[in-house]
């Protein structure tokens, strides 16, 4: 059994800066993609970026280049996403998300990615 844990979320003001982290668990993979993906009420869950597990392959929404950075450490099955400049548009509830296969260019689809963490809000307020 896989388990993906986040943390990290909290009320911030626009401008500021939040860290996620995200650990997942419980098995081995092959090559894998950990992303992350925001969901607002009555909205489809948004992918938001992802990694590969060497970490030579990123990719952002449009939305959030330039301000948001993953990083991934693959010995521990590990994601960060930094978060800068932060808008009340980035207001979500995040979550993380484990792609057991590796494609290139990462996959944006939720339903592509098997395991998910529960979740952390993220506020931003102006």
């Known amino acids: 059994q896989v388990l993906v844990v986040e943390s990290g979320g909290g009320s911030v003001q626009a401008g500021d800066s939040l860290r996620l982290s995200c650990a997942a668990s419980?098995?081995?993979?092959?090559?894998?993609?950990m992303a992350w993906f925001r969901q607002t009420p009555g909205k489809e869950r948004e992918f938001v970026a992802g990694?590969?597990?060497?970490?030579?392959?990123?990719r952002y929404t449009d939305s959030v280049k330039g301000r948001f950075t993953i990083s991934g450490d693959k010995s521990k099955m590990t994601v960060d996403l930094q978060m800068t400049s932060l808008k009340p548009e980035d207001t979500a509830v995040y979550y993380c998300?484990?792609?057991?296969?590796?494609?290139?260019?990462?996959?944006?689809?939720?339903?592509?990615?098997?395991?998910w963490g529960q979740g952390t809000q993220v506020t931003v307020s102006s």
């Open positions: 998300a484990l792609d057991p296969s590796l494609y290139i260019p990462i996959r944006v689809q939720a339903s592509n990615y098997v395991y």
């Open positions: 419980g098995e081995t993979f092959g090559p894998y993609v």
């Open positions: 990694i590969s597990q060497s970490g030579i392959s990123t």
